[in-house]
């Protein structure tokens, strides 16, 4: 991989998980990109010639106890996700925006997932135009514990201007009210919930769902009735015992990373998003370490993975963490690969020569 431009976004380089390339209808390719806190919402980048990339549009959060961290665009209708850092507080859910014209995104509706014990939405998967799957809260669900606030939701928005919810799916024994007992929990300094994060599906199987649901491993959900999610298998990383691993990718080179600040570890992968400017790939994973860059593993070998490149950029100038946080990527048809830093260092563009 090769660095072939680089864009500070105008002093707010701090981005989340959120990463979706627009092909407009008049020929331009704009990158939406979620910040990871306040004060900006999203901005969206013209990547048409990504050596000469341009900042068409940068929005607001309404306060700074809220951040969008998550989106999805298909056509021209994106959704972006809204989490609070306490519950209780609006926006919690996440919008819905007509961006025909990128530079005026304009609202078409909000989904409501605020609540007393709610802080919203963490992440979204909106792929097909129809549903938006996601990790969120809700007004009428109370966790037993504060930390499993988040769990899986189905939002019909076949009618943009009204979404509504289809169905929901929390792991048993996490709601207030439920009669089984509640998940052995992790000890307290490993501790991370039992809420869903990642809630991906695709066009090949439609009726499952893939969700990672952080300390609870993960799942595969049955979503032929979208009504009524049912768990189909489990993979519960908290028992050694229990799953059955056929290869581990090789790890970045502890040593050299663990001390340089900040995080280190796997983080996101670039997900094979089922749209036409997304590339995708059974072969090679691409992912995000933190600190140790983004690295692309050739797995068609599925048991005996190899890293076939790696990108490790210089820390950021104004980076709380002193190091490069490289948070998500995503690589598009033309085998462009965008990666964004956490704090400050804004986007890398690359190109992917395997």
Not at 97 to 118: C, M, R
Not at 235 to 242: G, I, P, Q
Not at 297 to 318: C, L, N, S, T
Request: charged share 20%.
């Amino acid at each position: 991989m090769r660095l072939i431009a680089h864009h500070e976004l105008q002093g707010f380089g701090g981005i989340g998980e959120g990463m979706a390339l627009q092909a407009t209808r008049d020929g331009r390719r704009i990158l939406w990109l979620a910040h990871e806190s306040a004060p900006k919402n999203f901005t969206g980048v013209d990547v048409t010639d990504p050596r000469q990339s341009r900042v068409v549009v940068q929005t607001e959060l309404p306060h700074a106890k809220v951040r969008s961290n998550s989106l999805d665009v298909v056509g021209d209708v994106m959704a972006v996700a809204y989490q609070t850092q306490i519950t209780g507080l609006t926006p919690a859910g996440f919008d819905l925006f007509d961006v025909g014209v990128p530079e005026q995104p304009k609202l078409i509706a909000h989904f409501d997932a605020s609540g007393s014990h709610s802080r919203g939405v963490h992440a979204l998967w909106f792929v097909d135009g129809e549903f938006v799957h996601m990790a969120s809260g809700a007004a009428d669900f109370q966790p037993r514990h504060p930390f499993d606030d988040q769990f899986y939701r189905i939002v019909d928005v076949r009618n943009p201007s009204r979404p509504a919810e289809v169905g929901r799916w929390w792991l048993p024994g996490t709601r207030e009210g439920d009669e089984g007992p509640p998940p052995r929990r992790l000890d307290p300094k490993f501790d991370a919930g039992f809420r869903a994060h990642n809630t991906n599906v695709y066009p090949q199987r439609p009726d499952r769902a893939y969700v990672g649901y952080i300390d609870g491993g993960a799942l595969v959900l049955d979503i032929a009735d979208k009504a009524h999610p049912k768990l189909v298998w489990m993979l519960d990383a908290r028992m050694e015992s229990n799953p059955v691993p056929i290869s581990t990718l090789p790890p970045a080179p502890h040593a050299t990373f663990a001390r340089r600040g900040g995080r280190f570890g796997a983080h996101n992968l670039h997900e094979n998003l089922p749209v036409p400017t997304s590339w995708s790939s059974d072969q090679i994973v691409i992912g995000t370490f933190f600190n140790a860059g983004v690295r692309a593993y050739d797995i068609g070998d599925p048991f005996q993975p190899r890293e076939v490149a790696y990108f490790v950029p210089g820390a950021p100038a104004r980076s709380p963490a002193g190091s490069i946080q490289l948070n998500d990527v995503y690589v598009d048809e033309r085998r462009i690969v965008y990666t964004v830093d956490r704090y400050a260092g804004g986007l890398y563009i690359l190109e992917m020569t395997l």
